[in-house]
């Protein structure tokens, strides 16, 4: 047990902040627990908990994705204008926007591949490029989506809270990604671009996959916050750029790739919701909000360094 945590000492080290955040929690809403408050609290921390993975599959390849909320906001878009009442209608056009994400994704990636451009350059200019894509699919926040899926998203299905099931099918996704030749191909990739190819990985393809692979999460990111929503919003998804970003340094990723783990971000994503509801709760001035969250943000990169310097000891 010692060794385990020993080896674990980051995520220990956020478990215990979010263990701390969820007691204070508790003291404010009792009802944190009750399945009607695991429902609501899932359905809006759907969005930030997918938007974490995307940004994270991008980071353990060695980059990073700033377009990120542009195509959330892109994916949101197009569900929103293409969503009819029928059950089939809504599921052809949760279909287009994860393809229009995903082509988006692999574009990105493309660049950063061939291009041989910093991630960061790259995906700047390509959010400029889908804030624009998608003011023209969405000129102003609107569009439709069926209010019965919206009363079952937000509040629960015979008892089932569709969010959190959403969350775990996702994670599941990724555990299955992560286990394949392809998986493990981004590690490698992220860890050492050059050894990877030198050991045969198609090092090009691989990044291009895995951000299509981000595409296909950040679309199911924006997928869920337009039916939380009822709507659709072009600008909407900009704060999902750098919260995403916050979250994966919390859960652990590397800013150089190759090192991390999907369940320091899931820990992440609860950390960072849990702490801006509480906040809101307090009735805390939204700069001492910021200031607050810098500081958690801070604490658990110390947390992650301190971890590696235990185990480079």
């Known amino acids: 047990m010692r060794d385990w945590a020993g080896r674990n000492l ?30 609501i609290l899932s359905a809006q921390f759907l969005p930030l908990i997918l938007a974490a993975v995307a940004q994270t599959i991008v ?10 909320g542009a195509v959330l906001a892109l994916g949101m878009a197009v569900f929103a204008v293409t969503a009819p009442d029928s059950t089939g209608g809504v599921l052809a056009a949760m279909a287009l926007a994860l393809v229009v994400t995903m082509l988006a994704g692999a574009a990105n990636g493309a660049l950063v591949a061939f291009a041989g451009l910093p991630p960061i350059i790259v995906t700047l200019a390509a959010s400029f490029l889908w804030g624009g894509v998608t003011l023209i699919v969405l000129p102003q926040p609107g569009g439709h989506v069926p209010a019965g899926l919206v009363r079952a998203y937000n509040q629960g299905w ?30 490698a990739v992220g860890g050492n671009e050059h050894g990877a190819f030198a050991s045969g990985i198609d090092t090009r393809r691989t990044k291009i996959l895995g951000y299509a692979l981000a595409g296909l999460f950040t679309g199911l990111a924006g997928i869920g916050l337009a039916i939380q929503t009822g709507s659709g919003d ?9 919260n995403s970003i916050a979250v994966a340094v919390l859960g652990g990723i590397s800013f150089f790739g190759g090192v991390g783990r999907m369940r320091g971000t899931l820990l992440g994503a609860l950390l960072l919701g849990l702490l801006t509801n509480l906040l809101l709760f307090t009735g805390i001035s939204t700069f001492y909000q910021m200031i607050l969250q810098g500081v958690v943000l801070v604490v658990a990169v110390a947390i992650k360094t301190l971890a590696t310097r235990e185990r480079v000891a």
């Open 59 to 68: 980071m353990l390849t060695g980059g990073i994705d700033l377009s990120l």
């Open 234 to 242: 072009p600008t909407i998804g900009a704060p999902y750029t750098l």
């Open 10 to 39: 980051d995520l220990v080290g956020l478990g215990a902040l979010l263990a701390v955040v969820l007691v204070a929690y508790q003291r404010l809403d009792p009802t944190l627990l009750e399945p009607a408050t695991v429902t």
């Open 158 to 187: 015979y008892g089932l809270a569709l969010p959190a099931v959403a969350v775990l099918l996702a994670l599941g996704l990724w555990k299955l990604v992560k286990t394949t030749r392809f998986g493990l191909a981004l590690y």
